[in-house]
T-cell receptor, first 114, second 110 residues
Framework: DARVTQTPRHKVTEMGQEVTMRCQPI?????VFWYRQTMMQGLELLAY????????DSGMPKDRFSAEMPDATLATLKIQPSEPRDSAVYFC????????????FGPGTRLTVT | KNEVEQSPQNLTAQEGEFITINCSYS?????LHWLQQHPGGGIVSLFM???GKKKHGRLIATINIQEKHSSLHITASHPRDSAVYIC????????????FGGGTRLMVKP
């Protein structure tokens, strides 16, 4: 049963620390999305990649956030330095190559920055 | 005005009731998704549709492209249907990224 995996599932860190979240898309899926969910804003897109190339990261605060896809099986989202307002659940989702628009979501990483 | 509006924001129903959740959008789309998020937090895709109607078990999703409106219906609702239901639209001119509605929190009481 193929699924998107994310690690860690929970992360508590102090303000100013670096946070790295990882996502393993479903094998064969070539488009990966990073979303953030907060109580105030709901779900919002941060960045996405197709064939490992960043296509849109306009939703991401550039000064502290960075997203990469070093290979087809790993996408990373990094926050440096983290701030309390970054506390949220971060979801990764993937879709197959052209033709399918159904997104498969990972379980999320719940980040708390104190 | 948000691009995707859902109503109601909160809904409480008695077990067995027929439930309708509505979604209106203001942008051109290639597809519309209905997602379910349980209290544990995981998000599951229920439907993806670009026209007409789809049915899966007790769930039915419809979309009217001309009116830019979609509905999610739950027949014979059950407490296990309690979750947040999220409408999201997909714009294939924007790389298939999703724009989300604010969600409808459904509670079904036994």
């Amino acid at each position: 049963d193929a699924r998107v995996t994310q690690t860690p599932r929970h992360k508590v860190t102090e303000m100013g620390q670096e946070v790295t979240m990882r996502c393993q898309p479903i094998l064969g899926h070539n488009t990966v999305f990073w979303y953030r969910q907060t109580m105030m804003q709901g779900l919002e897109l941060l960045a996405y990649f197709r064939n490992r190339a960043p296509l849109d990261d306009s939703g991401m605060p550039k000064d502290r956030f960075s997203a990469e896809m070093p290979d087809a099986t790993l996408a990373t989202l990094k926050i440096q330095p983290s701030e309390p307002r970054d506390s949220a659940v971060y979801f990764c989702a993937s879709i197959r190559s052209s033709g399918s628009l159904e997104q498969y979501f990972g379980p999320g990483t719940r980040l708390t920055v104190t | 005005k948000n691009e995707v509006e859902q109503s109601p924001q909160n809904l409480t129903a008695q077990e067995g009731e027929f439930i309708t959740i509505n979604c209106s959008y203001s942008v051109g789309i290639s597809a519309l998704h209905w997602l379910q998020q349980h209290p544990g937090g995981g998000i599951v895709s229920l439907f993806m549709l670009s026209s007409g109607k789809k049915k899966h078990g007790r769930l039915i999703a419809t979309i009217n492209i001309q009116e830019k409106h979609s509905s999610l219906h739950i027949t014979a609702s059950h407490p296990r249907d309690s979750a947040v239901y999220i409408c999201a639209v997909c714009n294939n001119n924007a790389g298939n990224m999703l724009t989300f509605g604010g969600g409808t929190r459904l509670m079904v009481k036994p």
